[in-house]
């Protein structure tokens, strides 16, 4: 790559980098496909994961409440078996508390054997607790009579109230309230209830049970993948009921400074799909959202059986979703890094292959110049060649002609070139040519076509209007610049003189005419003696 010159330097990198364009654009569109091709596959697997996940979910969530919303009429059937109406009427003390005491240990006992209820009571139609069992640190307790309280304004109360009959009301998932403050640790809960109706169909009571919903939060954990995907559980509200990546997001609803912490303001933009898709996914260009409703939808609500019926929707009207932020997923961190690594790699393998591409061009574009060099050129003197100079004799003849131009052709030859040869050397009449060249070089320019027909034999063709207006002027030129001494060897200098012979034209005329009728003036020329012009 050195010693070019400024055209050859300005052929490599034109072809460096074009080259380096097309390998780039080739490389990265392989690479762009199959980049998007694993990062669709990898969407897919995401999408179909996800929603078979949710719907996991969904029926854990169901089958769990489903099963809580049976043992709830169970505990009604209890309250009924019992006749613990009939108990409350009774005036033998005696008999009053062994009757109760026998409902209570019925109580306890399944609440012993279950482990998920907080509490499980049963109340009289003035929302006074006649039984409570309690369950704490793994233990059953019966309340004592003097620590039974009054919940005739609790709203699960007064809405388990308004049920009739084989009616069971669940309501909505919050954190448990004891003496009108949330309780510490959170207790989320969700309380069902159920009216006791007496054998001639008057209500009697309610049975109440206080389900843990920590069991059912940690129930959903148990199903979640990969540590960057954020699992979600909103009511009907937007609210988080559990969001396994913003714990502190829960339940927000009941405190007053966390009213605006809902999934819509979460993800903004995407409020509008999320309030009106059912079942689904959403691909943004952060992630993927899957949504699956759980519990009731509309009026179709999964948890009646039977000839019971859930008399509220709208507590059960939940959603799961999760959403899969590519940024946090291992494998699409390595995929992108990866792939990334492969764009580096197309950019260095891209200038590497241009850059031997290119120089490979630019050694076969000098062998192809020096060829044509050769071909068209004399070798030594570096003016065109007999062949050459015809070929573009003829087609500067064709132009001028057609434009109307004039031309002239001036015939060289270098008198006694003989004698300094044989005095001299062929090495010093190389010189002599070489130094004639230059001359010819000096005086004509770029404009003049330059030849060397053969031995010392020149011809310069003119067709410049610089040229044309005093041809013989530069012919003397040529001559007097000549005709200074020349060093052919240390302290050796030579004079060298020639006899020129011109034809200008201005019409038709073939070159071999114009060729002739110089070849005629030249020799004219040398009939006059040495270093004389002669134009025809």
């Known amino acids: 790559?050195?010693?070019?010159?400024?055209?050859?330097?300005?052929?490599?990198?034109?072809?460096?980098?074009?080259?380096?364009?097309?390998?780039?654009?080739?490389?990265?569109?392989?690479?762009?496909?199959?980049?998007?091709?694993?990062?669709?596959?990898?969407?897919?697997n995401i999408q179909v994961q996800q929603k078979a996940l949710l719907v996991g979910k969904k029926n854990y969530i169901q089958v769990v409440i489903g099963s809580v919303v049976r043992e709830t009429?169970?505990?009604?059937?209890?309250?009924?078996?019992?006749?613990?109406?009939?108990?409350?009427?009774?005036?033998?003390?005696?008999?009053?508390?062994?009757?109760?005491?026998?409902?209570?240990?019925?109580?306890?006992?399944?609440?012993?054997?279950?482990?998920?209820?907080?509490?499980?009571?049963?109340?009289?139609?003035?929302?006074?607790?006649?039984?409570?069992?309690?369950?704490?640190?793994?233990?059953?307790?019966?309340?004592?009579?003097?620590?039974?309280?009054?919940?005739r304004h609790r709203y699960y109360f007064k809405?388990?109230?308004?049920?009739?009959?084989?009616?069971?009301?669940?309501?909505?998932?919050?954190?448990?309230?004891?003496?009108?403050?949330?309780?510490?640790?959170?207790?989320?809960?969700?309380?069902?209830?159920?009216?006791?109706?007496d054998k001639k169909g008057n209500k009697q009571g309610i049975v109440i049970i206080n389900y843990l919903a920590k069991y059912l939060m940690e129930g959903l954990g148990l199903f979640n993948l990969n540590g960057g995907t954020n699992y979600m559980l909103v009511n009907s509200d937007g609210y988080f009921l559990y969001n396994n990546l913003h714990p502190e997001k829960e339940f927000a609803f009941m405190?007053?400074?966390?009213?605006?912490?809902?999934?819509?303001?979460?993800?903004?933009?995407?409020?509008?799909?999320?309030?009106?898709?059912?079942?689904?996914?959403i691909e943004t260009s952060k992630g993927v959202m899957t949504i699956e409703s759980v519990g009731a939808v509309g009026r179709v609500n999964p948890y009646c059986f039977q000839e019971y019926h859930v008399t509220e929707n709208n507590s059960t009207a939940w959603k799961l979703i999760s959403f899969v932020a590519f940024d946090k997923r291992g494998d699409f961190i390595k995929a992108i890094e990866h792939h990334q690594t492969l764009v580096y790699i197309a950019i260095i393998l891209s200038l590497v292959l241009s850059y031997w591409f290119a120089r490979y061009q630019l050694k076969e574009h000098i062998n192809n110049q020096r060829i044509n060099v050769l071909a068209h050129h004399d070798g030594l003197t570096g003016l065109v060649n007999r062949m050459a100079f015809v070929n573009q004799a003829n087609l500067m003849l064709e132009s001028c002609m057609h434009d109307e131009k004039s031309a002239c052709l001036l015939y060289i030859d270098l008198d006694?070139?003989?004698?300094?040869?044989?005095?001299?050397?062929?090495?010093?009449g190389d010189k002599v040519l070489i130094h004639m060249a230059s001359i010819m070089r000096k005086v004509f320019g770029k404009q003049a076509l330059l030849a060397r027909l053969g031995g010392d034999e020149f011809a310069v063709l003119l067709s410049s209007a610089k040229h044309l207006e005093s041809p013989e002027q530069y012919a003397a030129s040529l001559q007097q610049l000549l005709?200074?001494?020349?060093?052919?060897?240390?302290?050796?200098?030579?004079?060298?003189?020639?006899?020129?012979?011109?034809?200008?034209?201005?019409?038709?005329?073939?070159?071999?005419?114009?060729?002739?009728?110089?070849?005629?003036?030249?020799?004219?020329?040398?009939r006059k003696g040495k270093n004389q012009t002669c134009f025809i």
């Not at 055209?7 to 569109?29: N, Q």
């Not at 405190?255 to 996914?281: C, H, N, R, W």
């Open 483 to 526: 005709g200074c001494p020349f060093e052919v060897a240390p302290d050796t200098y030579i004079h060298i003189h020639s006899s020129i012979g011109g034809c200008c034209f201005n019409g038709e005329i073939t070159l071999e005419e114009l060729m002739h009728q110089a070849d005629m003036a030249m020799y004219q020329a040398k």
């Open 73 to 151: 009429a169970l505990l009604s059937d209890i309250a009924i078996n019992h006749e613990i109406f009939r108990v409350m009427a009774l005036e033998n003390k005696a008999e009053k508390a062994l009757l109760l005491a026998r409902f209570s240990e019925a109580l306890k006992s399944v609440s012993q054997r279950k482990e998920i209820y907080d509490q499980m009571r049963y109340l009289d139609l003035e929302g006074n607790e006649v039984v409570r069992v309690n369950f704490n640190d793994g233990r059953a307790l019966i309340v004592q009579p003097n620590g039974l309280q009054q919940k």
């Open 255 to 281: 405190f007053t400074d966390k009213k605006d912490q809902t999934i819509y303001q979460q993800f903004p933009e995407l409020e509008v799909q999320i309030q009106a898709m059912q079942s689904g996914q």
């Open 1 to 44: 790559m050195k010693n070019l010159t400024i055209a050859e330097y300005k052929f490599f990198f034109v072809r460096f980098t074009l080259i380096f364009l097309l390998l780039l654009t080739v490389f990265m569109s392989i690479f762009y496909f199959d980049s998007q091709s694993d990062l669709e596959r990898r969407k897919s």
């Open 159 to 197: 809405e388990a109230a308004k049920l009739q009959h084989k009616g069971i009301y669940i309501s909505p998932l919050d954190l448990n309230i004891e003496h009108g403050v949330i309780e510490v640790p959170y207790k989320p809960m969700i309380r069902l209830s159920a009216p006791v109706f």
């Open 416 to 428: 006694d070139f003989k004698p300094i040869n044989d005095q001299y050397g062929h090495a010093t």
